[in-house]
């Protein structure tokens, strides 16, 4: 072979090992600055009376301060509309949930657009002296069963009543 002709296959080498090189770093570039797919999903959440994670009702007092309000978020990072339904459901402490055998006290609905928040006020008066639960369950509707189905979200508090 004379040396004209190793220059060219040395050429070639190089420009295909360049162009690898090139590749793997627009791949890496992409990989690196494309963020994963996010699991679709739709979080419930508890406020207290000033919009807080802060002084929620712990102790009250039949007559004086039975009644409380707390704050109710839903959010909706599902890709879609989601028709939302809330249950309120108030039992002694030991009361199971994921979900709640008990009736709901409330329930509360609205239809979400893809990442919207749902924030809504929900009072109560509690006329009955003990240790309570109150939980909040978030229901999705299910188009193809034409039902709500149980989501698998759901918050609580415990709280104390006791006569004055």
Known sequence: MSSNEM??????????????????????????LTPAPQKPFVSLYLLDSEKK???????LVLGENNTFLLWVGVENFMG?????????????RMVPVDPSPI??????EKVLLD????EFPVTMTVNQSGE????????????LENVFS???SWCS??????ES
Not at 53 to 59: G, I, K, R
Not at 115 to 118: H, I, L, N, V
Not at 132 to 143: A, N
């Open 80 to 92: 879609r509309i989601e028709h939302c339904s809330v249950l309120v459901k108030v039992g002694d």
């Open 132 to 143: 309570h639960r109150i939980i909040f369950e978030l229901w999705l509707f299910d188009e």
């Open 150 to 152: 149980y989501s698998g």
């Open 7 to 32: 220059g060219d296959e040395e050429k070639a080498i190089a420009v295909a090992v360049l162009s690898a090189i090139i590749i793997l770093a627009g791949l890496l570039a992409y990989i690196s």
């Open 103 to 108: 009736e709901p006290v409330k329930r509360f």
């Open 53 to 59: 994670a802060e002084n929620y009702p712990q102790l």
């Open 115 to 118: 990442k919207e928040t749902w």
């Open 157 to 162: 508090r415990r709280f104390d009543v006791i």
